[in-house]
């Protein structure tokens, strides 16, 4: 059983800031890596940004230089710290959890809202 709880949406004026959190209710289990995704109204889930258990991470090229995220393996929580807000950031932000071993996809949240009015 995984649950995954996400908070820390809102609104936010452009060039604001943000921080997402998601915390993760796991058994015993190896986890490879979590990140965030993203979905806009119309358009396909897409990748945000990763972080490996080896603190290795991947940002999409949207948000490279203004998002980072991080990670509190006691917790198991991951962070995105969203900076420079941008219209085009609005969107559903989803947790993902992946394990070794576990389903391709991995584990998802219920997403939490982001708007940044333009």
């Known amino acids: 059983q995984v649950q995954l709880v996400e908070s820390g949406g809102g609104l936010v004026q452009p060039g604001g800031s943000l921080r997402l959190s998601c915390a993760a209710s796991?058994?015993?289990?190896?986890?490879?890596?979590m990140g965030w995704y993203r979905q806009a109204p119309g358009k396909q889930r897409e990748l945000v940004a990763t972080?490996?258990?080896?603190?290795?991470?991947n940002y999409a090229d949207s948000v490279k230089g203004r998002f980072t995220i991080s990670r509190d393996s006691a917790k198991i929580t991951v962070y995105l710290q969203m900076n420079s807000l941008k219209p085009e950031d609005t969107a559903v932000y989803y947790c993902?959890?992946?394990?070794?071993?576990?389903?391709?996809?991995?584990?998802w949240g219920q997403g939490t809202q982001v708007t940044v009015p333009s």
């Open positions: 972080i490996t258990s080896g603190s290795v991470t």
């Open positions: 993902n959890l992946k394990m070794y071993g576990s389903r391709e996809n991995g584990y």
């Open positions: 796991i058994g015993i289990f190896s986890i490879y890596s």
